[in-house]
């Protein structure tokens, strides 16, 4: 059987599902997330479907979570989506249902779960999720669409990033076609508030290049609370550096409260997912996320992100 068929047997199947996505939402964890639980509630009115994961900071615009007791899972059906690896799921109660779908579109460097469907050439799970409702019986509502436009708009840089592929643009000009006000959730994802605009203005004032596009900058705990910004905020500041000519690769030092550092890694052109792989992390090859343990590891990754850079010029010049 076709794996989508596969899955869709399996939310016919099953009377109660419960959905989770990974830590630290993005538009496409909630919109694959929330975007699935909605076409399924649209489609099955009478199931129940739960999505869970604690809170989704900041883009409580798309969606909440809810709470679940523990004994819900005994018979239900559990579908991760967006979340290459298992220590990386929001609430790990995830694997003591009855059967488990992981949907992704991540490196497949973890295949967990009795099912798993990655396609890492699709822009975002919020694509799949249209592609498994489109080819299915499941039914797209109109709430669906805008969850997924956004999970799209999100994991791709509004349409900007090398993922962005002519089946990306048809599907999100079908999801247009459900009546969603596309320019209010463009604006809702890319607001900001006037803490980080002045915030951005640090991040440029203080970024390192190098002579090869190596860029980093450090946001430590103490700049942070200067300017009122909790590491939640600092998604929209991660893309800013991509913007200047003379950057190739960089990685955005995020000091935790508890001393160690958040890296978070995006690219041009050198492949990057490896290097968070090394430390702590992983993602796509172009965007990826690692942690470093203290000054000394964050020092190490970007002589790794430069010795990347320098690799990638000398073999494209
Ligand atoms: P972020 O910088 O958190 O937006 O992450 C960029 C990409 O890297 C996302 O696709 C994440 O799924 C992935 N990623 C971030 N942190 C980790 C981690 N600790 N382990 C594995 N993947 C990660």
């Not at 690896?85 to 790990?92: E, G």
């Not at 249902?97 to 822009?123: Q, R």
């Not at 860029?215 to 910004?229: N, P, Q, R």
Request: hydrophobic share 35%.
């Amino acid at each position: 059987m076709e794996i989508l068929e596969e899955i869709f047997s399996k939310i016919k199947e099953y009377q109660r599902i419960i959905i989770h996505r990974h830590q630290r939402p993005d538009p496409d964890a909630l919109g694959s997330q929330v975007g699935l639980a909605e076409a399924i509630r649209f489609t099955f009115p009478n199931k129940e479907v739960y999505q869970v994961g604690g809170p989704v900071e900041g883009l409580e615009f798309l969606a909440e979570m809810q709470e679940i007791p523990d004994d819900y899972y005994q018979t239900a059906l559990v579908i991760v989506t967006d979340t290459a690896n298992t220590p990386r799921v929001s609430d790990q109660r995830y694997h003591t249902g009855d059967f488990l779908i992981k949907i992704d579109h991540h490196p497949n460097d973890e295949p967990y779960g009795d099912i798993h469907w990655v396609k890492t050439s699709a822009s975002s799970s919020s694509e799949m999720i249209a592609d498994l409702i489109n080819q299915t019986d499941l039914n797209m509502s109109e709430n669906t669409a805008r969850l997924l436009y956004a999970g799209i708009v999100g994991d791709t840089g509004r349409f900007l990033y090398p993922a962005t592929t002519s089946h990306t643009l048809r599907i999100a000009a079908e999801l247009l076609d459900y009546g969603i006000d596309a320019a209010k959730l463009n604006r809702e994802i890319e607001q900001i508030s006037f803490s980080v605009a002045r915030l951005s203005g640090y991040l440029y004032q203080h970024l390192t290049v190098d002579e090869n596009g190596a860029a980093y900058v450090y946001l430590t705990k103490e700049i942070m609370t200067e300017y009122g910004i909790i590491d939640a905020d600092t998604s929209a500041l991660v893309p800013l550096p991509g913007v200047i000519d003379e950057v190739l690769a960089w990685g955005v030092f995020v000091e935790q409260p508890e001393g160690y550092y958040r890296v978070r890694l995006r690219s041009k052109g050198p492949v990057i997912n490896q290097l968070a792989k090394k430390h702590h992390g992983g993602g796509h090859p172009l965007a990826s996320g690692a942690n470093a343990h203290d000054k000394k590891e964050a020092q190490e990754i970007y002589q790794e992100i430069q010795a990347l850079c320098r690799d990638f010029k000398q073999s494209n010049s």
